[in-house]
């Protein structure tokens, strides 16, 4: 007979809960949540728990542990597929006439404090399918280097169109 592998421990003794077998949790929502995680191989296990952990009325539900391990995943470097640089944004991609990206009254107050100019409100649309744009190019340069974390490095392209940014 093949030897059963160690699904998980108890949280009150250590003893090894192998797959696809009995154990149980607390009633408690808080104690059985994916985080916390306590899981106990017998009651009597789950009734030292309770004292320490302060419930007023908590019982001990009965569950079957997994009738085999999850398979590993493969190990080594992290692949990012990767998709064609964007020389423009495509309406796939980037739907025009979206969400507004800017907050438009800060941008008001911004050019009247500047210049005493006003803004007219198709500005915001205009100015939020340019950033639409600029940030799908930032997607791409920050996957073609293997990072799933847009970083100000992969803004650099701005640069070549003089905006300190």
Same mark, same amino acid.
């Given at each position: ?48 728990? /309770?004292?320490? @952990? ?15 391990? @999850? ?62 744009? /600029? ?6 340069? @920050? ?23």
């Amino acid at each position: 007979m093949e030897a059963q592998q160690e699904w998980k421990k108890c949280s009150s003794c250590k003893t090894p809960i192998p797959y696809n077998s009995k154990y149980y949790v607390c009633s408690v929502s808080s104690c059985n949540n994916k985080r916390t995680g306590y899981n106990f191989c017998s009651v009597s296990c789950f009734d030292q728990h /309770v004292p320490m @952990a302060r419930h007023k009325d908590a019982g001990a539900v009965e569950e079957m542990s997994p009738k085999k391990p @999850a398979p590993e995943p493969p190990k080594g470097r992290r692949i990012i597929p990767t998709q064609n640089k964007l020389s423009k944004p495509s309406n796939k991609q980037v739907s025009k006439g979206g969400d507004v990206l800017v907050i438009a009254s800060r941008l008001k107050e911004f050019i009247n404090s500047q210049s005493e100019f006003n803004t007219s409100a198709a500005v915001m649309d205009v100015l939020s399918d340019h950033i639409r744009h /600029v940030a799908m190019q930032a997607i791409d340069n @920050a996957r073609e280097d293997g990072r799933k974390t847009v970083m100000d490095q992969d803004l650099k392209f701005l640069e070549k169109l003089n905006l300190n940014i």
